[in-house]
Nanobody
Framework: QVQLVESGGGVVQSGGSLRLACAASGRSFSTVAMRWYRQAPGKRRELVASISGGGRTNYGDFVKGRFTISRDNAKNTVYLQMNSLKPDDTAVYYC??????WGQGTQVTVSS
């Protein structure tokens, strides 16, 4: 059974950092593009960052150099390093694999 499990969310002050992890199990995702999305209350889910199987990355415009997506294929895990966090970054962050698999989400709350 394929599973994506996010971790690393929490409460942080404005300007702080968090590192999210998405651990995949059930099959290898080393050649599969992976993405991080987020959804704040009352807002649409939006793409935060993506990484291809070959390591090419893309980011949402609002990231502006603050976040870094990476992957460790040996661990079947994707990371999202988030720095200079702002209250507007408060949301549930979801991991997605381009085979239509979603994680359950992890809450990130940035206090002002």
């Amino acid at each position: 059974q394929v599973q994506l499990v996010e971790s690393g969310g929490g409460v942080v002050q404005s300007g702080g950092s968090l590192r999210l992890a998405c651990a995949a199990s059930g099959r290898s995702f080393s050649t599969v593009a992976m993405r991080w999305y987020r959804q704040a209350p009352g807002k649409r889910r939006e793409l935060v960052a993506s990484i291809s199987g070959g390591g090419r990355t893309n980011y949402g415009d609002f990231v502006k150099g603050r976040f870094t997506i990476s992957r460790d294929n040996a661990k079947n895990t994707v990371y999202l390093q988030m720095n200079s966090l702002k209250p507007d970054d408060t949301a549930v962050y979801y991991c997605y694999a381009d085979l239509n698999f979603w994680g359950q989400g992890t809450q990130v709350t940035v206090s002002s």
